[in-house]
């Protein structure tokens, strides 16, 4: 390869040439926009019935003896003012055999009744999540304003100067369902870009090393400025995809009860989406290391498997590391582009937390750009067969 | 013009191609013979800058080739192969814009390539769409992208129906005319014999040949034959020459000393009748057969 270092600027430059045909011949791909749109679809239905089962209100029948009787009304009474959803109905029983009969035949959801120093809810197996809660809440309230009388004082005068109230508590724990289920997202996406979009990489650098047409545009432009072409036309499809779900799923959310939460989130996704980036540069150089490797389609299995074990490492340990896992898994590329941005979610991230990982990723991307860009080079113009990292490491040019 | 000086590569222990020197002159057809794995492929990669140079240098119009230079190429891989799920026009274009050419300008001349070969009606088509000819119709016109100011062709003929060939030649002699040179390697000696007005033969890496096809049939011990009305058998005895093959009253005679050939002339005429005299120069294939063997 020449080393003359020279720019014609009468042209556009080669890696934006090849940029433009990767993202074009890909956007009017018919597969390519079915897949996003029915993904489109696939999120908007999801949040769509998350919001149908957070509004669909709940009965629930409570068995309650004689003894429970009172209590129950007021569990029945209260419940409105705990959970808007929920409407529970009173049935009397006679005693636990008629309790139990009553859980058995479906008739009741639970049995209310005292034990020694409190109360028990008995239900069949199933948790009775929200019928739980109500009367957790409810009963609380009850024997908290009998003690109190029964002290000589009220619940207020217990409960004055105690900042933490019962709402506060629960909003939290919402808080934290909802950053799970948008950190399981955000794992989720980039697992899927980052395998979808690779594979579409390598099988387009096979295509154009099983085609040999590669040999004509290498005796045109340096192969540095079709691998950077191929990477940043790709990177920009998966991120522009990326967009668009995230739109619709942020638009989407704010549709539902969980709209409170948006503005919240707009911080971790805008990280995410710079993780992301970083992330899906890194792999796309590897994934055009993978296909230049191979010498026809069918060898991509084999010289993938690194990379599909690494996107299954990253995909797995996004979902289930926590703890000082987590911390350390935050800081480590290529895993950090899924680990940080889970954390940010979760709160309690210094802010120079994930700049610091976000800038070894950069680092760790801008080594596979360099180690991939020698690799590719040398094994593209190889045609015998399956070539090897070795090989290709130490070919001639 | 377009200058080849001491070019070798090699692989490992294996010297493909060892110190070849040869020149390819404006507007003429240089052809580039050998066997398999002479060599020649391995030449013209390193021509195009797609295989690194261990040593020699390649001059284009006197000075060391840039890839500048080489973008004004026209190339055509031993090895074809385009994008098979993309429409033609829009592939060559981007071809054309990756050697250089602006976009417009690109367009208009693909477009007129392929109305030259009759696929001006099927721009839109994906390449897997079309006919096998057609489809090397279009790699023809991938190779002789943009406009260039030298052509290096890699076995261009070979897999071409009778027709693709036709227009192939036609092709190459427009831009020969136009003074570009072309310089391609083939295995039909008889389509070089026709084609070419230089000839590079190489062997195992080496040149072994190498001038224009009337200078390699000239090169070489001159051969004569004499056809006599009486026998020939005295021929044997004249000095400086030696005797290949005597039938009857023909002789087939190599010249070993300058001149014998005068002094067998007039020796033939002062014993009698002379039907034929005449300088044989060995067909190419022979030449080839020699040098390569």
């Not at chain 1, 109500?134 to 609380?140: P, Q």
């Not at chain 1, 950077?228 to 499809?237: I, M, P």
């Not at chain 2, 200078?215 to 058998?233: I, N, T, Y």
């Amino acid at each position: 390869m020449s080393t003359q270092r020279e720019t014609d600027r009468d042209t556009e430059p080669a890696w934006l040439l090849v940029t433009r045909r990767e993202v074009v011949s890909r956007i009017t791909d018919r597969s390519f926009l079915f897949g996003t749109a029915f993904m489109v679809l696939l999120i908007a239905g999801f949040i769509g019935f998350t919001a149908w089962q957070e509004d669909r209100s709940e009965d629930a029948t409570l068995a309650a003896t004689p003894e429970a009787v009172a209590m129950a009304t007021a569990i029945g009474d209260g419940a409105p003012q705990v959970d808007e959803d929920l409407t529970i109905t009173l049935l009397e029983v006679d005693d636990r055999a008629a309790a139990e009969a009553a859980l058995t035949e479906d008739e009741a959801d639970a049995w209310l009744h005292p034990v020694d120093g409190g109360w028990q809810l008995t239900s069949e197996s199933s948790l009775q999540d929200s019928l739980t809660t109500v009367v957790e809440a409810v009963v609380r309230q009850q024997v908290l304003a009998d003690n109190a009388a029964g002290a000589g004082t009220t619940v207020e005068a217990l409960e004055e100067g105690s900042a933490v109230t019962t709402d506060f508590l629960r909003g939290d724990a919402e808080q934290a369902a909802v950053a799970d289920a948008v950190g399981f997202v955000f794992v989720f996406l980039f697992y899927f870009a980052a395998l979808v979009f690779g594979m579409q990489l390598a099988s387009s650098v096979i295509e154009e090393k099983q085609s040999r047409i590669v040999e004509i545009i290498a005796a045109a432009i340096p192969l540095r400025h079709l691998l950077a072409g191929k990477v940043l036309g790709n990177t920009a499809l998966a991120v522009i995809q990326l967009l668009v779900y995230l739109v619709v799923g942020l638009v989407g959310l704010s549709f539902t009860p969980y709209k409170s939460f948006v503005p919240a989130l707009s911080g971790p996704t805008a990280w995410f989406i710079g993780f992301f980036l970083a992330g899906f540069v890194a792999l796309a150089c590897l994934w055009a290391v993978a296909g230049s490797l191979a010498s026809r389609t069918e060898d991509l299995q084999a010289t993938s498997t690194p990379l599909t074990m690494l996107m299954l490492v990253m995909f797995f340990g996004g979902l289930s590391l926590d703890g000082r896992g987590q911390v350390i898994a935050s800081f480590v590329p290529p895993v950090s582009a899924v680990v940080m941005p889970k954390r940010i979610l979760a709160g309690g991230v210094e802010w120079w937390e994930p700049l610091v990982a976000l800038g070894l990723l950069a680092v760790f991307a801008a080594i596979t750009v360099w180690v991939g860009e020698r690799l590719y080079r040398r094994a593209l113009l190889q045609t015998g067969g399956r070539v090897s990292l070795r090989q290709a490491w130490s070919a001639a040019e | 013009m377009l200058e080849i000086r001491e070019l070798t590569r090699r692989f490992g222990e294996n010297t493909a191609v060892d110190h070849v020197s040869f020149e390819v002159p404006a507007g003429q057809m240089t052809g580039f013979v050998g066997g398999n794995g002479a060599g020649k492929t391995t030449t013209m990669r390193m021509v195009m800058g797609v295989l690194g140079i261990d040593e020699g240098e390649v001059l284009w119009q006197g000075r060391p080739i840039t890839r500048l230079d080489r973008r004004r190429f026209g190339y055509m891989p031993e090895e074809r192969g385009l994008y098979p799920k993309q429409p033609i026009l829009d592939q060559l274009v981007y071809i054309a814009q990756l050697k250089g050419m602006e976009r417009v300008a690109a367009r208009t001349e693909v477009t007129e390539l392929l109305e030259r070969f009759g696929l001006g009606e099927r721009t839109g088509d994906h390449l897997e769409k079309l006919s096998l000819g057609n489809q090397q119709r279009v790699q023809i016109i991938a190779s002789v992208l943009p406009r260039p100011v030298a052509l290096v062709l890699d076995e261009p003929f070979s897999g071409l129906d009778p027709a693709a060939v036709d227009s192939m030649v036609d092709l190459l002699r427009d831009y020969t005319r136009d003074g570009i040179p072309v310089l391609f390697s083939s295995h039909q000696l008889d389509l070089v014999e026709r084609l070419c007005d230089r000839l590079v033969v190489l062997a195992h890496g080496r040149r072994v040949a190498a001038g224009t096809v009337a200078e390699l049939r000239d090169a070489g011990v001159p051969r004569f034959r004499l056809v006599l009305g009486g026998d020939a058998g005295w021929v044997r005895d004249q000095g400086g020459l030696e005797v290949l093959d005597l039938d009857g009253g023909s002789a087939l005679v190599e010249v070993r000393q300058d001149g014998a050939e005068q002094h067998l002339v007039a020796e033939a005429t002062r014993r009698g009748d002379v039907h034929e005299f005449v300088r044989v120069r060995p067909a190419l294939s022979e030449i080839y057969r020699e040098a390569t063997a």
